[in-house]
């Protein structure tokens, strides 16, 4: 009986453990919320700001399960803003917005020089 005490207690704490690690952390700071968001292995998955009406505000920055920066983003007021960044595999993906629509979108390639001094 003792023994199966002592393994629910674990397993309890186990359990809550593995909860918190994916708790968003949310720290209101006046009008803004400054919130991060976890991914399964405790690891940072997404940074931001909400502002007083709860809508996306500022920058966001999202990373992958290793830690690695995958995107940041600019919002204003819920709406996507400004230059936005994509990194994947050999690649930078520069996307600019204007009013949550698309105005340009520039790529660069690790496998293309773009400036050679020598």
Do not use: C
């Amino acid at each position: 009986m003792k023994k199966i005490v002592i393994l629910l207690v674990m397993l309890s704490v186990g359990f809550t453990y593995a909860q918190n690690k994916n708790t968003p952390k949310l720290e209101k700071k006046g009008d803004i919320t400054i919130a991060t968001f976890f991914h399964d292995n405790g690891e940072v998955q997404q940074t931001g700001t909400y502002n007083a009406e709860g809508k996306l505000q500022g920058e966001w920055t999202s990373f992958d399960a290793e830690g690695n920066k995958l995107a940041v983003a600019t919002y204003d007021a819920g709406k996507k803003v400004g230059k936005w960044f994509f990194w994947g595999g050999n690649s930078l993906k520069e996307v600019d917005y204007k009013d949550n629509a698309i105005v340009s979108v520039v790529e660069w390639s690790n496998d293309r020089t773009l400036v050679s001094l020598d």
